[in-house]
């Protein structure tokens, strides 16, 4: 006899297809895709997004800007690394449905009435009777109608030498896992379609270009036009002046933008801005007009827009976001800062434009940014925590640009502000935005002018003014050649003073003077520049007419130490000119937004699956019943078992009262058997 060694069967080698499909369909990876997703969408979230670069730049810094700018997280959800996982999120889903949905089906029908009997008696909810005298075909239909009392849908198959009835309900919580993928599928869609992909995929093919220069909506180029219609939904931003109208919104894409036209006007009737206490906005509200011939003929429909409170229009809806101004009328006075002639130059500019004026070095553009009527600011002086406040009246915020094109930023107050019971202009200067500003406190005089303080300036440099009024006031010593160097050390003192403040003189020290006598010598630099800068003021006084028989009073005092420390200040306020505003005509404006859904009903129905799914999965349950019948001995023997995949205990409730309804109607008055190894009458399937 021959021995035949039977080879091993090698396992059927996958295809590439095939383990491709399975690993689209992993849920390992759609869990991974979920968790990005959501990570990038909480940065979405926590980062604004499409806002200017500037901003972003003095947020995180040069490095950190670029870092963050090559990941797209300035505008996420149109990078095109989270429209690659979307996409491939959607992909996956489908594959799991793909795979997943034809065998739940086939178990939403299916009965099982192919069972063993060991598995039965293996249930934690079963029991089982021996019925005498009992048909099993009666056995059957008691079971049949106990299980359509239920609420139970059954089947009934014979086997030979037993009978097994089969029934379910809740088969379709099944369809809780369809509903929630679909969900992420149809969701996923509608998120495309809702993004920026359209722009995207124009973009790819060079049908736009994004706008970078900062221009005018009127000379955009027809390239980074979008016509009405062009893209299924956008999310756009438009500034209204009172009075004025537009049928365009700006799209802020990357580091520029695109005007995306609207099949209707805007008008911006009136606009008005409540505050809080604290200065805050309490609430803005715009009252609008939509002109829209084709719809709506030569009659416009007149609207009112509050935050939280849109106008839906032919599926555009209009949000007010935000407000500034309109290009406020401004009268303004600039008052010579380094000159030895006070002659002011009266102007009139609207904010958003821009003037040019003569500086030291060449030509300035003055550009008007900002305009306020309130300033509602904590009171100088409070302690931490306390909420008071108090308005500092109208501002007016311009930029002083130079031929190189740097810039400093200005924001001077209309009225004299009252600090320490005494009274000052005040005007904020920095170098580079976001910075802190720092402040000139420019004395006001008794006419609530600055106009001593900028005589008292004009004053200090004009140097043959000086050299004649230094000369009228010679030394007790008598001694010319004393005097002419005394004079000639006191005239470079004040020099020194206007171009660089105290720390000017006390530099000029530190370079001459030995360091053994060097706080000596400081000391009397600064007395006789004191002595001399009181001598020039004096004669201000004097030529505004104010008595000076009984000495230089309390107030003048006063005025005096304030002018030296603004004095003190200008070298580093940047400015040839102090601006003054003298009248102004407020227009406000208003910010609206204004989105298109096209996708939004792809949204909505992706919304409706997942509540669906969500209740058909965490409430409801699908649970299974068998009867297992066989004939034994002139009777029948009952095996009763059932499983739920949710809620057991409820489930445990109801077998029990299916096992006593059943059990009265079959007539058995003694208790369930314990399973026997070997019954018989059957063997099991």
């Not at 895709?33 to 926590?46: D, E, F, H, N, Y």
């Not at 609207?350 to 300033?375: I, Q, S, Y």
């Amino acid at each position: 006899m021959t021995d035949t060694i039977t080879a091993p069967k090698l396992p059927q080698r996958r295809t590439v297809g095939w383990v491709l499909l399975e690993f689209l369909g992993s849920m390992n990876l759609a869990i991974t895709l979920l968790v990005v997703v959501a990570v990038a969408s909480i940065i979405g979230t926590v980062l604004q997004q499409n806002q200017p670069y500037s901003d972003y730049v003095l947020k995180f810094g040069p490095f950190w800007f670029e870092a963050f700018d090559r990941l797209g997280l300035y505008d996420v959800y149109g990078a095109g690394w989270f429209i690659a996982i979307l996409g491939f999120l959607i992909l996956s889903t489908s594959v799991c449905l793909y795979r997943q949905v034809p065998g739940m089906a086939r178990e939403m029908v299916r009965f099982r009435t192919q069972v063993r009997l060991e598995s039965l008696r293996g249930f934690h909810q079963h029991a089982e009777w021996r019925l005498p005298e009992r048909a099993p075909a009666d056995v059957v239909a008691e079971a049949a109608s106990a299980f359509r009392a239920g609420g139970y849908r059954w089947r009934v198959r014979d086997h030979g030498d037993h009978q097994v009835a089969a029934a379910m309900k809740g088969g379709y919580q099944r369809l809780g896992y369809l509903f929630t993928h679909a969900a992420v599928v149809v969701i996923g869609i509608g998120g495309l379609l809702d993004g920026n992909l359209w722009l995207k995929l124009k973009e790819w093919r060079g049908e736009i270009a994004v706008e970078t220069r900062d221009l005018a909506a009127r000379d955009v180029p027809p390239a980074s036009r979008l016509a009405p219609g062009a893209t299924p939904s956008f999310r756009g931003n438009v500034m209204l002046p009172e009075g004025s109208a537009a049928s365009f919104v700006f799209l802020r894409l990357r580091d520029g933008f695109l005007v995306q036209e609207l099949p209707f006007a805007i008008e911006l009737k009136d606009f008005q801005v409540e505050y809080h206490a604290t200065g805050q906005p309490k609430s803005f509200v715009s009252q609008v007009r939509i002109h829209d011939k084709e719809y709506l003929g030569d009659r416009p429909l007149e609207a009112t827009i509050r935050v939280n409170h849109p106008l839906t229009y032919r599926g555009y809806a209009i949000y007010q976001s935000d407000f500034g101004d309109g290009g406020s009328k401004l009268e303004l006075r600039a008052w010579p800062l380094t000159a030895s002639r006070l002659e002011p130059v009266d102007a009139k500019g609207e904010v958003g434009g821009a003037l040019k004026v003569a500086g030291p070095t060449g030509p300035l553009g003055l550009e008007l940014a900002e305009f306020r009527t309130f300033n509602l600011l904590p009171e100088p002086g409070a302690r931490p925590g306390d909420r008071k406040f108090r308005n500092f009246g109208p501002s007016v915020g311009f930029k002083l640009r130079d031929a190189t094109g740097e810039a400093r930023e200005y924001l001077n107050y209309m009225a004299p502000v009252q600090l320490e019971n005494r009274w000052f202009f005040v005007s904020g200067a920095r170098a580079r935005p976001g910075a802190e500003f720092a402040y000139l406190h420019i004395p006001a005089d008794a006419n609530n002018s600055p106009g001593r303080f900028l005589r008292f300036n004009a004053r200090l440099r004009d140097e043959e003014g000086l050299r004649a009024l230094l000369t009228r006031t010679p030394t007790p010593a008598g001694n010319p050649d004393f005097q002419r160097d005394l004079d000639r050390v006191r005239l470079s003192l004040l020099d020194l003073f206007a171009q660089g403040g105290f720390a000017a003189v006390t530099e000029r020290a530190q370079a001459v003077v030995p360091a053994a006598r060097l706080q000596e010598a400081t000391k009397l630099y600064l007395e006789i520049l004191r002595d001399t800068l009181a001598e020039v003021f004096i004669e201000v006084l004097r030529e505004e007419g104010v008595s000076l028989e009984q000495g230089v009073g309390e107030r003048e005092d006063a005025f005096f130490n304030d002018a030296l420390s603004a004095l003190a200040t200008l070298p580093a306020y940047g400015s040839p000119f102090y601006l003054q505003l003298t009248g102004f005509q407020q227009v406000e404006a208003s910010g609206l937004q204004v989105t298109h859904s096209g996708a939004a009903g792809v949204v909505y129905a992706g919304f409706a699956f997942l509540v669906i799914g969500v209740f058909l999965l965490f409430y409801t349950s699908h649970r299974r019943l068998w009867a297992w019948i066989a004939a034994e001995e002139g009777g029948s023997r009952l095996v009763l078992a059932g499983t739920g995949n949710r809620r057991q205990a409820e489930f445990a409730r109801e077998f029990a009262a299916l096992e006593v309804a059943l059990a009265r109607r079959l007539g058995a008055s003694e208790p369930p058997l314990t399973p026997n190894p070997s019954p018989a009458g059957g063997r099991g399937e």
